[in-house]
Every structure is written in structure tokens, then in C-alpha cells.
Nanobody, 128 residues
Framework: QVQLVESGGGLVQAGGSMRLSCAVS????????MGWFRQAPGKEREFVAA????????SYADSVKGRFTVSRDNAKNTVYLQMNSLKPEETAVYYC?????????????????????WGQGTQVTVSS
């Protein structure tokens, strides 16, 4: 059973930075495409970023390009999300997720339904 634990959330002022971590256990981490999603109250879960299993290439939602960076450390079974220039509207619960399938085109890795395991989420609150 694959388990994910996010950490690093909290309260930050608008324009500030925060780094989220997601530790993965119970599987072959280097073989997983990892995704970050977020969900604000009353809204659907939305794609933020992903890092592919094979090439470690990355993809981002347009809204975060240039401000957020996803990375992974396969030796530590951990994926990170560095968030800079945060905005109040980015207040949400942030989730990391594991995708087991080998295909990793953008259409697939940007959809929550394409992921097999999820963490419990970590709250990020950006104050104005």
C-alpha cells in the first residue's frame, strides 16, 4: 500500500513563499509520476504541477508557471513544491498524488482521476 504524507503548509502573507513536501512510502517511488493539486472551499480539485517518473520533466498549470517549482528526491522518496509570489486566491488544501500508469502526457497527468493514491492534504492560507 502506497502512503503519502504532505507537510509544510501554514499561513503566509501575499507575495511570500512556502515549500511543501510529500513523503511517499510503500512503493517504488522513482517509478511514479507525482502530481500536486489544490482544492479551495466550494471548488473542484485543480491541477497545480507534476513531475514525471522517467525523465523528471515537469508540467505546470498556467496560473502557477514561473512562480511554482516541482522537484523530487528519489533517494528520499519525497516530492517538493516550491511556491513563490503566493496570492490570496491560492488559499487551498494542497494534495500530492501518485500516478502508477506509465503514460504521462499532459492531458493525463493534469487530471485528478488519473492518480491512484493521495495524501491527506496540507492547508495553505495566503493572507492579503
Amino acid at each position: 500500500q502506497v502512503q503519502l504524507v504532505e507537510s509544510g503548509g501554514g499561513l503566509v502573507q501575499a507575495g511570500g513563499s512556502m515549500r511543501l513536501s510529500c513523503a511517499v512510502s510503500g512503493g517504488a517511488f522513482s517509478m511514479y509520476t507525482m502530481g500536486w493539486f489544490r482544492q479551495a472551499p466550494g471548488k473542484e480539485r485543480e491541477f497545480v504541477a507534476a513531475i514525471r517518473r522517467s525523465s523528471s520533466t515537469t508540467s505546470y498549470a498556467d496560473s502557477v508557471k514561473g512562480r511554482f517549482t516541482v522537484s523530487r528526491d528519489n533517494a528520499k522518496n519525497t516530492v517538493y513544491l516550491q511556491m513563490n509570489s503566493l496570492k490570496p486566491e491560492e488559499t487551498a488544501v494542497y494534495y500530492c498524488a501518485v500516478r502508477l500508469a506509465s503514460s504521462d502526457i499532459y492531458y493525463q497527468i493534469s487530471r485528478p482521476a488519473s492518480y491512484d493514491y493521495w495524501g491527506q492534504g496540507t492547508q495553505v492560507t495566503v493572507s492579503s
